[in-house]
């Protein structure tokens, strides 16, 4: 893909770490000024931007993405910093284990103002300077649960099924517009989260009904990522492109 990303300016949004910080970094090796946003996990942030500097232009930016007025400050600090961002990824997200008729509205909140009301804002306060530019590129960073569901996880499937019928819909709005939507459904990464949620049997368990036999790794999701975003990717929009190793 060469440079055809340079000069561009993204927002990714849960950069600090995991897949996040991998989209991060591969961005900015190909000459795009990437905006590292988190947000509570500043010193992660900080060393990445850094990172990203010693190659070309990083920044991070903190904010929570459920939130209107930090997303409309971050965006600003953006602006003013690296400019107008014209490619935006919308990666930030929680999840939620437990028996359905255990979560609480709290809970349930939580889950969909991140994973679906942020890239609702997060898009929403991108689209001015990409309809004036007649250009754009969003990817969203979906679930397999978001296409397959999920026991014990029907919130953040839900979740994710919502962003999946975001991207669709948004594909068709925007494409007369020059900007394309598209979405990634990661299956079993290697991340924090997962580490978090699942023991080493329920590992196993996973790696047996993966038709690679491993579990997916940062870069798996990366490149697709960085190709939806490049111009060889320009007549694909409305997509969900699932990344589990045959999993599904």
Known sequence: M????????????GASRGIGANIARELAAQGVAVAVNYRNSVSEAQQLAAEINQ????????GDVSSRQQVDAMYKQIESTLGPVNLLVNNAGVSLRGLFQDVTEEEWQQVIDTNLKGPF?????AFPHMLRQGYGRIVNIASIWGIAGASCESV????????????RSLAKELGPSGITVNAIAPGAIQTDMLNRELDADEV???????ALGRLGRGQDITGVCSFLLSPQADYINGQVITVDGGWL
């Open 121 to 125: 804002f997060c898009c929403q306060r």
């Open 156 to 167: 953040y499937a839900a979740s994710k099924g919502g962003l999946i019928a975001l991207t």
């Open 2 to 13: 060469g440079n055809a990303l340079a000069g561009k300016v993204c927002l990714v949004t």
């Open 204 to 210: 196993r368990a996973l790696q047996d009904n993966i």
């Open 55 to 62: 190659i070309g232009k990083g920044l991070a930016v903190q």
